[in-house]
């Protein structure tokens, strides 16, 4: 499979910090990667530099063919194409779960309203909350919030869908329903995902690949079963032990 | 004590003629206030993460050009009377019309330049409240937008606008009723307006308990007009 998104060698700053040493790192269409490692390791930068929510500092970024920093002028077409879902949800709050999701289809991609629904009502059956298309954000669980921002990131159809810990803000009793979600995704759809998470679990099901960042740098990587049972460096170990216990 | 009440229904009709300028002057005001308002609070904050995408190239320097020329203005109007203002524009300003171009005979009306006055004095406080209710929108929201490919225009007017407005209806409330009541500062200037018609009658007749006493509670039925408008508003919106 071809690649969808390229990293070469890519550095980012804030300021005088540097939070992302040279990383170099392909996704291949259809690929679920999973990123794990401490906060403060990157993880959430590196996955916001690709759809240029943060921009590149040096090197180079490709997704879906579009070469960053060369074609910034193109960062809207990158995000159409890479979709997130936040940690946060980031539900718009004065839109119903219905208009959220048909949002993005009609201003986005320009959609006429009627279609735009449609599209919108299926996702929401999809993640099944069909029945809550007229509540406002506020009205629903996190965990109702968090499937509405998937069907919202969904609706646009993009080629990558990318996930910021999209359960570290939930009730415990809520994380299971939002990880189904994300599993029946990749399993029925075949869609590229970089899912940053602890979930652990998750990441042995549904994972293609597991990529252990520390430091603003890739530590490991390989299939999660592997990496998981053998953690070469000490940090990851420790790591492990650590996310193993809670 | 000696209280006329017949005082009081002789001196309506021309309190009415006054409150109904004062009206005049603080609709126009308010509404060239709010068009004012709105592009200064925006621009004061043009090019920055608040209003979504930071620019890049020429647009770097076009959006400090255009927050230095707001944030000038606010400032100098924040940071002057209100009454010199109107002064300065009834009286000075011609003046220095006539001292830097050919024009003789260069005036304003009176009632203009209260309308002015009220327009450019609101806009500068407005900014401020459009400026301070944009920033609060939560980031989150224009990352979300801008993750699903939203441009910033449609970024503006579908997410940051409508949350924007909503908390701006309370301070802007405030706004317009200091507007309205700043309205009784063009006694200076000539303007016939409510506080100046009961000054009129009150030199007249002297009875300065029924004339005052009137006209404050003419400014509070309007003044009170003003908050219920904005009170519907707010319930009228769908609460989040």
Redesign the interface.
């Given at each position: 499979m071809p690649n969808i998104i390229e990293l070469k060698n890519v550095c980012k700053s804030f300021g005088n910090t540097e939070v992302l040493h040279n990383i170099d790192f392909a996704v291949e269409e259809g690929e679920v990667v999973v990123v794990i490692g401490p906060s403060g390791s990157g993880k959430s930068t590196l996955i916001r530099c690709i759809n240029c929510l943060e921009m590149i500092t040096t090197g180079e970024l490709i997704v879906d063919s579009i070469r960053i920093p060369d074609e910034q002028g193109r960062i809207r077409q990158i995000r159409l194409e890479v979709g997130m879902v936040f940690q946060q949800f980031n539900l718009f709050p004065h839109m119903t779960a219905i208009e959220n999701v048909a949002f993005g289809p009609s201003k986005a991609r320009r959609m006429n309203k009627a279609k735009a629904t449609d599209i919108a009502r299926g996702l929401l059956d999809r993640v099944g909350l069909a029945e809550f298309e007229h509540q406002l954000p506020g009205q629903l669980s996190g965990g109702q919030q968090q499937r509405v921002a998937i069907a919202r990131a969904l609706a646009v159809s993009p080629k990558v869908l990318m996930f910021d810990e999209p359960t570290s803000a939930l009730d415990p009793e809520m994380i299971g329903e939002v990880l189904d979600v994300m599993k029946s995704i990749a399993n029925d759809s075949g869609m590229t995902m970089i899912v940053v998470t602890h979930e652990m679990g998750f990441a042995a099901q549904v994972g293609d690949r597991l990529i252990f960042m520390d430091d603003g740098r890739i530590v490991e990587e390989g299939k999660p079963g592997d990496v998981m049972k053998n953690p070469q460096s000490e940090r990851l170990k420790d790591f492990l032990g650590h996310v193993k216990h809670h | 004590m000696d209280f006329e009440f017949s005082v009081i229904i002789e001196s309506l009709p021309a309190l009415f003629e006054g409150a109904k300028l004062t009206w005049y002057i603080t609709i126009l005001g308010i509404i060239g206030g709010m068009i004012f308002g709105i592009l200064a609070g925006l621009g004061r904050i043009a090019g920055t993460a608040a209003l979504g995408?930071k620019p890049?190239g020429i647009f770097i320097w076009v959006s400090v050009l255009i927050r230095y020329i707001s944030g000038g203005y606010v400032e100098l109007i924040r940071g002057t009377p209100i009454i010199v203002q109107a002064m300065f524009l009834y009286f000075a300003f011609p003046m220095l019309v006539k001292a830097v171009t050919d024009i003789e005979r260069f005036r304003i009306e009176a009632l203009t330049a209260a309308v002015i006055t009220i327009v450019v004095n609101a806009g500068a406080y407005i900014a401020e409240i459009v400026r301070g209710s944009v920033i609060s929108v939560?980031k989150?929201?224009l990352?979300?937008?801008?993750?699903?490919?939203?441009?910033r225009f449609?970024l503006i007017v579908?997410?940051i606008g409508?949350?924007a407005i909503?908390r701006m209806i309370p301070p802007l409330g405030n706004q317009f009723i200091i507007s309205l009541k700043d309205t009784s500062l063009f006694i200076v200037i000539g303007v016939g307006e409510l506080t100046r018609q009961g000054q009129e009658i009150m030199a007249s007749n002297f009875r300065a308990l029924e004339i005052w006493l009137t006209v404050a509670i003419i400014y509070l039925m309007m003044t009170t007009t003003l908050s219920m408008t904005l009170r519907h508003f707010e319930k009228k919106m769908?609460m989040?």
């Open positions: - | 995408e890049h939560n989150g929201l990352e979300a937008g801008m993750s699903l490919g939203i441009s449609q579908h997410v409508p949350i909503r769908k989040f």
